[in-house]
């Protein structure tokens, strides 16, 4: 992929970018990349967002009672057996 530097700007349009890029939640570079694409006319696939693949939708959901049975449920894992260590 080409690569090309950029001489000359000012540093209000830097401090723009920069400010743009932080709020948007991407580099500086994607954001130049992406309005360079835009500004000639180039369009751009947009790629899918990530999938998560976490539990943050599960976080506080639980109750007391089933916070219990899963503590219960999982503390044979923090059982060390000495034979598996010799």
Excluded at 3 to 24: M, P, Y
Excluded at 62 to 83: G, H, I, L, N
């Amino acid at each position: 992929m080409p690569t090309i530097s950029v001489r000359g700007l000012d540093e209000a349009v830097v401090a723009r970018l920069k400010r743009h890029a932080e709020q948007a939640g991407e580099s500086v570079n994607s954001v130049v990349v992406r309005l360079l694409n835009e500004q000639t006319g180039h369009a751009v696939k947009q790629r899918s967002p990530r999938p998560h693949d976490d539990l943050d939708a599960l976080a506080g959901t639980w109750s007391a009672r089933e916070q219990k049975a899963f503590e219960r449920s999982t503390a044979p894992f923090a059982e060390v057996d000495p034979e598996l260590w010799k």
